[in-house]
């Protein structure tokens, strides 16, 4: 007897009980999140920043321990807490003001490097369309470094899945109310808000954030509706003359684009001033980045033309202060991986980073608790896991520093 017909019709979904379980699903998973948040956080559910010891306060300052110790007894800038075992510890707040007070009356602001009027705000877009690739993990760690370093850093959330945000201490479901993404600025439909209204201050000093949630995808319907000129189609320029309006408050943005490339990234792509793209050294990441390059070239060369055929608004240069590679998830002693970075060199060069951004149990520990490696304390983890993985994003970070002040005309 054949009892499989009665047993397949009793689990076939309709399409509406589909929709409602989905639904069902995410709404259960958002509230769970929610509680966690909440245990995380307690008692207000918001992220703080962790204080730092001294020797790290010196480390980014880029002075001796013992000088900061000179400065406390002296009286002199912000004193530092003094916890178990007399050690003593600054709030990045802080230092940041121990970087003026340094600064005070020299011709060359050393310590607090933010750039002058006639230097550009560098706009650093981090793509790929290859999930797992560590794009956003990148994108938050390097904005999270520049802020360390004293540049006031602007993160810019366009992925429409908001993990960017979410690491910032913002459930994007819950915490992000219609409008107040990036989309309330470039939509067409509706009236627009300006993008200084959407930035939210962060509990990182230095570092504000435009949340990201799911309305982004929005974006990626209407434009297909109002490509014509008639219309206001220059979908191009939407995302660099909403960044523009802002950009005399900072000295780098960081976009971290979404995993396709749809409107919202080729904007992202037009508006920056410098590129990184992220890559996971395996055979199937490197050949699906082999495809997002030709496609990418192919669109901005459209987009070129459309642009040197128009008269309206501004140009387009799509010219880069650089752009570079980043090896991410790297494990050195993987041999196929080693092999697909070399390979990389080779056809690459100077345009890989130097520094491969390690797999690391400690980024990935972090991130259990939507942190990032900048905001966990040392001690939370094996000593020599944790120097390794910090010292693999401090060195890229400061690699992509050095490009930043090159273009700048520093160095």
Not at 172 to 178: G, H, L, Y
Not at 255 to 269: E, N, S, V
Not at 303 to 320: H, I, M, R, T
Request: some cysteine; charged content about 25%.
């Amino acid at each position: 007897m054949d009892t499989g017909t009665p047993f397949l019709k009793s689990q076939t979904f309709t399409r509406e009980r589909v929709t409602q379980v989905i639904a069902q699903d995410g709404e259960a998973l958002s509230k769970e999140l929610n509680n966690l948040r909440h245990e995380l956080y307690a008692p207000e559910a918001k992220k703080t920043l962790r204080s730092f010891t001294s020797g790290e306060a010196a480390k980014l300052i880029g002075v001796a321990d013992g000088y900061l110790r000179q400065l406390s007894l002296a009286g002199k800038g912000p004193q530092p807490a003094i916890g178990h075992g007399n050690r003593r510890s600054y709030t990045l707040e802080q230092i940041n003001d121990l970087r003026r007070l340094l600064d005070d009356g020299a011709k060359s602001k050393k310590y607090l490097p933010q750039r002058t009027g006639s230097e550009h705000c560098q706009v650093i877009a981090v793509a790929n369309f290859k999930g797992g690739s560590g794009k956003t993990t990148t994108a938050a760690h390097l904005a999270q470094y520049m802020a360390l370093q004293g540049y006031r850093v602007l993160a810019v959330d366009l992925d429409p899945q908001a993990s960017l945000t979410a690491l910032h201490g913002y459930q994007p479901e819950m915490d992000i109310e219609a409008d107040n993404t990036i989309y309330g600025t470039i939509k067409y439909d509706g009236v627009r808000k300006p993008l200084a209204e959407i930035i939210r201050k962060t509990y990182f000093p230095g570092l504000d954030l435009v949340p990201g949630n799911i309305e982004l995808q929005e974006y990626e319907h209407e434009v297909p509706r109002f490509m014509s000129e008639a219309h206001g189609g220059r979908f191009w320029d939407r995302i660099a003359n909403a960044l523009a309006s802002v950009e005399d408050n900072y000295d780098v943005m960081i976009l971290d684009c979404p995993p396709q490339l749809g409107y919202i990234t080729l904007g992202a792509l037009c508006a920056a001033t410098s590129l990184l793209i992220t890559v996971h050294p395996q055979m199937l990441d490197v050949m699906s980045m082999c495809q997002f390059l030709q496609m990418t070239a192919a669109l901005l060369e459209v987009v070129q033309d459309a642009v040197n055929k128009s008269s309206n608004g501004p140009d387009v240069a799509l010219e880069y202060d650089f752009l570079r590679y980043a090896v991410t998830r790297f494990e050195p002693n993987d041999g196929p991986q080693n092999w697909t970075v070399a390979l990389m060199r080779t056809l690459f060069r100077e345009r890989v980073l130097n520094s491969p951004i390690l797999k690391s149990t400690a980024i990935e520990a972090a991130g259990l608790s939507k942190q990032t490696l900048y905001e966990v304390s040392r001690e939370d983890f094996t000593r020599s896991t944790y120097d390794r993985a910090i010292e693999s994003l401090e060195s890229a970070g400061s690699e992509i520093q050095t490009l930043m002040k090159k273009a700048w005309g520093r160095e």
